[in-house]
Structure formats: structure tokens, C-alpha cells
């Protein structure tokens, strides 16, 4: 045998030895179960989605604004309006600009209009002008903001109307960051 087969039967079993080697820690480490994390429903469902309320600052003559959780469990857009009209209602009677009352209201969305019918009590509790348009304007602002309609038309207990107390509501109304 030549010394040029020899080396080449040495290298040859050399590299047959580290393959198994190589191939025995592979076979070892696919063995080993790792955990892979993935979202349970739960976790899915819990996702939060906010969006902002606006309401009237009367000290500063102006709307402020917070963020709220809306119902995880809505599925159309007027539901999901309703929670953020029910929501709204309840900051107001929070900040004492409206009594504790049950307020009813419609809205719906029709061509890119959003109806909002109101109960003529919202508004007529405002003192001024300038607190009814805040007012006003904390819905149209409120509802506005989370998309899917372009502008507000205020119906007064089923019906269009000119004016509850000071301001002429028979336009329709878009959003208006500046008040």
C-alpha cells in the first residue's frame, strides 16, 4: 500500500469519525422539547383598544380629553359608539355638568353621516352658550375621532331641530380640535 492511500484511508475515517460525532449531538439536541410561546384566546381578547373622550373644561373654557377602554366585546360600529356615548355620559355626571340621570340616545351611521338623537335634557342643562357648544362638541369630537364618519348630524328626541337653548343645531357637525 502506498503512503499517499494511507493517508487518504486515515483522513477518510477521521472525517467518518467527527461526522458521527457531529451528527450523534445533533440527534441529542433534537431531542430536546423547547417550549414555543404562542397567544391563548385569553390573552388575545385582552387586547385593549382606546380611544379619546372629550369633555368640557368649564373652568378653562375648553374640552379636555382622556382616553378610555372600549367593551373588548363589541363587534359593530354602533355598539361600539353606544359604549363610547355611555362612557362619555358618565365622565359628564362625573365633573357634575350633567345630573345623574338616565339620558336616552340613538346613534347610527348612515353614507358616512353619524346620526346622534339625544335627549333634549343633555343640552338644556348647559347655563350658556358657550357650555352648550362645549357640549356639543364634547359628543361631535368624542365620536368623530375613532373614524368611520365624516360629520354628525344632532337630532332632539327623534327629531331635527333648530335649537334647544342657545345654539342652532340644525347643521351637521365635523370635527373641531380648536375648541
Not at 494511507?6 to 477521521?14: C, P, R, T, Y
Not at 358616512?112 to 338644556?124: E, G, N, V
Not at 348630524?153 to 343645531?169: A, D, R, W, Y
Request: glycine share 2%; aromatic share 6%; no cysteine.
Amino acid at each position: 500500500m502506498s503512503h499517499k492511500l494511507k493517508i487518504f484511508l486515515v483522513i477518510l475515517i477521521a472525517l467518518a469519525i467527527t461526522t458521527g460525532v457531529y451528527s450523534n449531538k445533533v440527534n441529542k439536541i433534537s431531542e430536546t422539547v423547547t417550549n414555543i410561546s404562542t397567544p391563548t384566546l385569553e390573552t388575545i381578547q385582552k387586547t385593549e383598544i382606546t380611544t379619546p373622550i372629550f369633555f368640557p373644561n368649564l373652568k378653562q373654557g375648553k374640552l379636555s380629553k382622556e382616553d378610555i377602554i372600549l367593551n373588548s366585546n363589541l363587534s359593530n360600529k354602533e355598539d361600539i359608539l353606544k359604549d363610547i356615548i355611555s362612557q362619555l355620559l358618565k365622565k359628564l355626571e362625573e365633573k357634575n355638568i350633567l345630573k345623574k340621570e338616565n339620558f336616552k340616545y340613538e346613534v347610527y351611521i348612515k353614507n358616512r353621516t353619524l346620526y346622534l338623537d339625544l335627549d333634549s335634557k343633555i343640552l338644556s342643562s348647559a347655563k350658556t352658550p358657550q357650555e352648550e357648544l362645549l357640549l356639543i362638541y364634547s359628543f361631535v369630537n368624542s365620536l368623530l375621532t375613532p373614524g368611520g364618519a365624516d360629520h354628525i348630524v344632532l337630532l332632539i328626541n327623534g327629531s331635527t331641530t333648530e335649537k334647544v337653548n342657545f345654539i342652532n343645531i340644525s347643521k351637521s357637525y365635523k370635527l373641531n380640535s380648536n375648541i
